[in-house]
């Protein structure tokens, strides 16, 4: 018995404001344009023909903090733009996420070097590491459909709840 023959011909919904709002949330994220090196042109490769960022809701790249949810570290950070992915961070909305694309920007890659920071989480919190050097755009879309779910776990307060597993 499904709920076709429980509710009738009404044309009810039943689901809870916290999926509806998860859902609307994983389905509209405006990416921030933040490519620092050679990841970057993977990441627009993301965004072209072939791989279509757009089917996730990624249309637009946004060049304006303000406009966006989720930064896509591309690249190594250096000492001096260490302040400026911070700044950048906190002009973002709420809720916010971040991703660290490729080996430079999760742990400094093959820059051990006093000018790189060895990892972007030392500067802002990261919710996804996506690898390699540098990593290609399936990687990248495999991470973001990793923070779609992370995201499809969060409460309300901004609290991720644990998974159910099946």
Known sequence: MGIEQK?????IVT???ETV???????AMWPLLFGLACCAIEMMGAQ???YDLSRFGMEINRASPRQADLMIVAGRVSR???PVVRRLYDQ???????????????CGGIFNNYAIVQGVDEV??????VAGCPPRPEALIDGIVQ??????RMKLNGEVREPVHV
């Not at 923070?147 to 499809?152: C, G, M, S």
């Open 80 to 82: 001096k733009m260490a």
């Open 15 to 17: 689901t809870s404001l």
């Open 147 to 152: 923070l779609h779910a992370k995201v499809q």
């Open 48 to 50: 072209s023909a072939n």
């Open 21 to 27: 709002v998860n859902w609307s949330r994983s389905n």
């Open 124 to 129: 802002i919190p990261v919710d996804v590491y």
């Open 7 to 11: 509710a009738g011909d009404m044309g």
């Open 92 to 106: 973002m909305s709420d809720p916010k996420w971040v991703i660290a694309m490729g080996d430079c920007a999760a």
